[in-house]
Every structure is written in C-alpha cells, then in structure tokens.
C-alpha cells in the first residue's frame, strides 16, 4: 500500500515512523504547508510520546504544498490525514470528489452529526478512521475478550484518561476547532466502550467547564438496564506536572482486567501492567513487549493495508463506529440530559 501523508505535525510524524516499520505499506507522498518540513526538517515537530523529529529524507517521495496536487498522484492508494481536527471533514470530502481512499485521524469530525453524515457518504470502503486503541496491545486485549468470549460478556468497565493543561494544542477548548477534552481524548475510550458494551442510550455526567466546554468529567452510562455498569473519567487537570494517564478495570462475566499508566513531566511514569484477576483467584499477567507507542501505529498500518489490499474492513478502523463514538461523547455534553 503506498500512502500519502497530509498535515506533517506530531501524528504525521508518528504515521511516518509506522509505515517505516510496516511490511505491508509504504509513505511515497506528503503535503505540508511548512517549506522546512517540505525540505525534510521535521525537528519542530511536538508530541507527547515517541522519538522527536528528525530531518528526514525527501529524496524519494513526492512533496506536495497543495493538497488538491497530491490528491491528482496517481501513485498514492491512500491519503493519510493527519490533521487537526477542524480540518478532517473537508478533507475527507476532498479525498471522495478526487475517488481516493483514505484514512483519517481521530476524532472523525468535530460533531456527531457531520460524523455520520460522513460514514454515511464515504462508507467503510473508501474511509478508515485511526482509533488507535484497540491496537494497543494494553486495550486490544478487552476487544479480543470480548469478542472471543474467552471471560464470558464484558459486565463493568470504568475507564480513564487525563492529561495536563494540553498548552501545545491552539484552540483547544473551542467547538468550533478542537472540541476540548471530550472531542479530541475521551472519544479514545468512548471508542473502546462502544467496541465493548455497544451503544449507551444516555448518559450522566458532572463536569468542571471552561467557556461551557467540560474540561474535567465524570460519566456514568446508561444501556437501559444494570447488567452493564460503565463509567468513564478524565480531561485536563490544572497541573503541568502530568503528562498524561490512562487506564481501566474492566470486569467480565469470569475475570476483571486492570490496566493503568501515567506519565510524568519530570520524565517519570507508574504502570500498573495488564492484571487479569479471575473469579476462581488466579492472578495473571500477560507480557506485551517493551511498550513502544509507535509499534500500535504499525499494526494500525498494517490494517489499513490489509483494507486497500484484500478490501478486508477491520471493525476498529469503522466510521460508523467512529461516528457512534462522538454520539457517545455529545451525551455527555452538559445539555444532553
Ligand atoms: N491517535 C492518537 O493517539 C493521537 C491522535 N491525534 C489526532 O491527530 C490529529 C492531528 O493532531 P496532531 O498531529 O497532534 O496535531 P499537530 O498540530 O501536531 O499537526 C497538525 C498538522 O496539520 C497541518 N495543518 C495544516 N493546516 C493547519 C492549521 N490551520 N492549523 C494547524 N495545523 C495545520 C500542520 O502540518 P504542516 O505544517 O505540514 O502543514 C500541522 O503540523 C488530530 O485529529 C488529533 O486529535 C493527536 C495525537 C494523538
Ligand atoms: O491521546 C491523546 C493525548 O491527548 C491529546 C489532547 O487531547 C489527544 O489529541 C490525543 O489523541
């Protein structure tokens, strides 16, 4: 599968560094409106996990400064957009009119309603959203669980995921261009409880705001009867000592799975590792290599060229799902009870 990348900012540079690990997919176009980045030097680029930029060598690919010109490569067989979120739903719309597949960073738009109007116009054959979890190793194990049965039905999950003030990112908290903490990281785990428990009819939620935007929240979920007891919480707190945490206990009918990391700005982290606790006492402990955030974004690649390839869908890349999960997040919003 041969990609081209739009948007070179901090997860243009970690796609990069996946497709070039990937045996099945390799970048041969990107697009920045940057002219040092369109020269190879990707040092500015910021992120909170992964390597740092590097220069890198433009020699072989083609370099784009419009979008609509990489749009015309006929060597591309996916447009990766890599985005801010504002941008994603235009640029998706751009990659249809022009008959190219592509796959777009999380979130899929910045409200549900352009999300499932997007679903709906692209469909899962030429769209694939990059929900990153459910190919972390840390999360893909619930996913598996619960969809081999191997513990018997997902009953109880409580799901977190908090960062510091996200000062890297403009116009976090505005609806109109990043969505704040809900948008554009709870929709990670809104993601994950859709893939797990299915679709919540409501949801309770009370929250810390900022210009009316939930900052910090707690949600409980309701899926019309007790026999799934989900909560979820997070969003920014006003500490710039953490970087970032995030975590779950998520209890099936024969085992409850604990997770949990958090890293710190001082450069330190904690890890509660993957602890599945079974109902007859066994405690295990399943080893999932060195932990390296990139290696996610590898088998993210490698599905989404099993998708261009043998047009086999994987449900974790599904814009229906994606949509479903920005559903989930505007029950939260304070208004939607
Ligand atoms: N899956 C995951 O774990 C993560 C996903 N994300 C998601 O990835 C997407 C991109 O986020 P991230 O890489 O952190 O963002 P960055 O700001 O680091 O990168 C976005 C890039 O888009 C390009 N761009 C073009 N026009 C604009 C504009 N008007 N304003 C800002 N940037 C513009 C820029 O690239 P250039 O200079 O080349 O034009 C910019 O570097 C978001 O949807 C975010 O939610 C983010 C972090 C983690
Ligand atoms: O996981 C993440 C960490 O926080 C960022 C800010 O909300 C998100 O964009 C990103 O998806």
């Known amino acids: 599968m041969r990609a081209g990348?739009?948007?070179?900012?901090?997860?243009?540079?970690?796609?990069?560094?996946?497709?070039?690990?990937?045996?099945?997919?390799?970048?041969?176009a990107f697009c920045s409106s940057n002219p040092a980045k369109r020269a190879g030097d990707w040092r500015s680029i910021q992120g909170n996990f992964g390597p740092p930029g590097?220069?890198?060598?433009?020699?072989?690919?083609?370099?784009?400064?419009?979008?609509?010109?990489?749009?015309?490569?006929?060597?591309?067989?996916?447009?990766?957009?890599?985005?801010?979120?504002?941008?994603?739903?235009?640029?998706?719309?751009?990659?249809?009119?022009?008959?190219?597949?592509?796959?777009?960073?999380?979130?899929?738009?910045?409200?549900?309603?352009?999300?499932?109007?997007?679903?709906?116009?692209?469909?899962?054959?030429?769209?694939?959203?990059?929900?990153?979890?459910?190919?972390?190793?840390?999360?893909k194990i619930l996913v598996d669980a619960a969809a081999d049965g191997r513990f018997g039905k997902p009953v109880a999950g409580r799901f977190k995921r908090t960062i510091g003030p996200p000062d890297w990112i403009p116009d976090f908290y505005d609806a109109d261009k990043v969505g704040g903490p809900l948008v554009d990281l709870h929709v990670h785990d809104a993601h994950l409880i859709r893939l797990l428990f299915g679709m919540p009819r409501a949801a309770r939620t009370a929250s810390h705001r900022r210009g009316g935007v939930p900052k910090f929240y707690e949600t409980v979920f309701d899926f019309g009867d007790d026999s799934k007891v989900v909560s979820a919480g997070g969003?920014?707190?006003?500490?710039?000592?953490?970087?970032?945490?995030?975590?779950?206990?998520?209890?099936?009918?024969?085992?409850?799975?604990?997770?949990?990391?958090?890293?710190?700005?001082?450069?330190?982290?904690?890890?509660?590792?993957?602890?599945?606790?079974?109902?007859?006492?066994?405690?295990?402990?399943?080893?999932?290599?060195?932990g390296d955030p990139v290696e996610a974004f590898v088998h993210e690649i490698d599905?989404?060229?099993?998708?261009?390839?043998?047009?086999?869908?994987?449900?974790f890349l599904d814009p229906t799902i994606a949509a479903d999960a920005l559903k989930i997040c505007e029950m939260q919003l304070p208004d939607a009870e």
């Open 235 to 290: 969003g920014v707190i006003d500490s710039s000592a953490r970087g970032f945490t995030h975590g779950y206990e998520v209890s099936f009918e024969a085992a409850t799975i604990q997770y949990e990391f958090a890293g710190y700005a001082d450069g330190s982290s904690a890890l509660i590792p993957v602890t599945i606790m079974h109902n007859d006492g066994r405690v295990e402990r399943p080893e999932f290599g060195d």
């Open 303 to 315: 599905a989404v060229a099993k998708w261009i390839d043998n047009g086999e869908v994987s449900p």
């Open 5 to 28: 990348i739009v948007g070179v900012g901090f997860m243009g540079w970690i796609h990069y560094l996946a497709y070039q690990r990937s045996p099945a997919a390799e970048v041969v």
């Open 54 to 139: 590097e220069q890198i060598d433009v020699s072989g690919l083609n370099v784009y400064e419009n979008f609509e010109d990489m749009l015309a490569d006929d060597s591309i067989d996916v447009v990766d957009i890599c985005l801010p979120p504002a941008m994603h739903a235009e640029a998706i719309r751009a990659c249809l009119d022009f008959g190219k597949r592509c796959l777009c960073e999380k979130p899929l738009a910045l409200d549900a309603a352009t999300a499932t109007d997007l679903a709906r116009e692209a469909t899962a054959a030429n769209l694939a959203v990059a929900h990153i979890l459910p190919l972390m190793p840390e999360f």
